[in-house]
């Protein structure tokens, strides 16, 4: 497990939130599967914690027929920065989309908004009095973000350019057209995975289970739906539906794998 205190490097993932059209029952389901608390009321944005550990985040956006106000059906994934202002020119020169932002979250930090040239969203957080997820790498918190797109080049050109990442092969996966994205510093962040069959490119969060088969017991029962489980080489995995449409994955790490 890990529990942060300070902002981390910049590019780190650092938050993650998901927009609902029910706080109510968001919490119902994400309390029963991975037994998080939440602060009292019905904001429009709801902190998710984890024995008392913020760890991510419900904004509450109305349903809506339309298009262009729909949800989006996925986790939002925030990379750290320590200049809001720099990060958002570098992600306009690099090709990118600033939607929203650099804009001040009361006292807790800095939040923008952004969509890669292939139209992935993503966001940036400057953190103050939250830093951004107080829990990680433990059941019930952020695990991992991996980008999915059928057309990986431009966002292996975006990412680097904004981020300073580095680049590496994956030895473990032969035959998968997966990079690894690595901080200056070396340390890894997460990866580009090439499927062609995707349809559409987007960021993708996993979050740790103690027991996947278990946690799919609990979301179903929740009333959300799962895919069955399947080993991959580092986790026992599952893709699991929320009962508004957002998917998400959940992970228990195998033994005897780092």
Same mark, same amino acid.
């Given at each position: 497990m890990s529990h942060v205190t300070? @902002?981390? /490097? =910049?590019?780190?993932?650092?938050w993650t939130d998901l927009d609902v059209p029910d706080v109510g029952r968001a919490?119902?389901?994400y309390g029963a599967l991975f037994g998080w608390e939440f602060e /009292?009321?019905? @904001?429009?944005? $709801? *902190?998710?914690? *984890?024995?008392?550990?913020?760890?991510? %985040?419900?904004r509450h956006v109305p &349903?809506? #027929?339309? /298009?262009?106000t729909a949800l989006p059906g996925l986790w939002c994934v925030y990379f750290a920065t320590d200049d809001s202002e &720099?990060?958002?020119k570098r992600i306009a020169d690099a090709g990118g989309t600033l939607t929203r932002g650099p804009v001040e979250i009361a006292d807790q930090g800095l939040l923008s908004l952004a969509t890669d040239p292939s139209g992935s969203r993503f966001g940036l957080w400057e953190g103050r009095a939250l830093v951004g997820c107080e829990t990680v790498n433990e059941p019930g918190s952020l695990l991992r973000n991996d980008l999915t797109s059928p057309d990986p080049g431009p966002a292996r050109e975006f990412y680097p350019a904004v981020f300073d990442f580095t680049m590496d092969g994956n030895d473990d996966l032969p035959g &998968? #057209?997966?990079t690894f994205l690595r901080r200056p510093d070396g340390h890894e962040i997460g990866g580009i995975l090439g499927d062609p069959e995707a349809p559409s490119a987007a960021w993708q969060t996993l979050f740790e289970v103690a027991d996947t088969d278990a946690a799919v017991e609990? &979301?179903? =029962?929740? %009333?959300? $739906? =799962?895919? $069955? /489980?399947? #080993? $991959?080489?580092y986790v026992r995995m599952a893709k699991i539906t929320d009962p508004f449409g957002n998917t998400f994955q959940?992970? =228990?790490? *195998?033994? @005897?794998?780092p």
């Open positions: 300070r @902002n981390q /490097p =910049a590019g780190t993932p650092t919490k119902e389901f /009292p009321g019905e @904001n429009v944005y $709801t *902190l998710c914690r *984890l024995r008392g550990r913020a760890v991510a %985040g419900f &349903a809506s #027929d339309s /298009p262009a &720099a990060t958002a &998968a #057209d997966f609990r &979301a179903v =029962a929740a %009333g959300g $739906t =799962a895919e $069955t /489980p399947s #080993d $991959t080489i959940v992970g =228990a790490r *195998l033994v @005897n794998k």
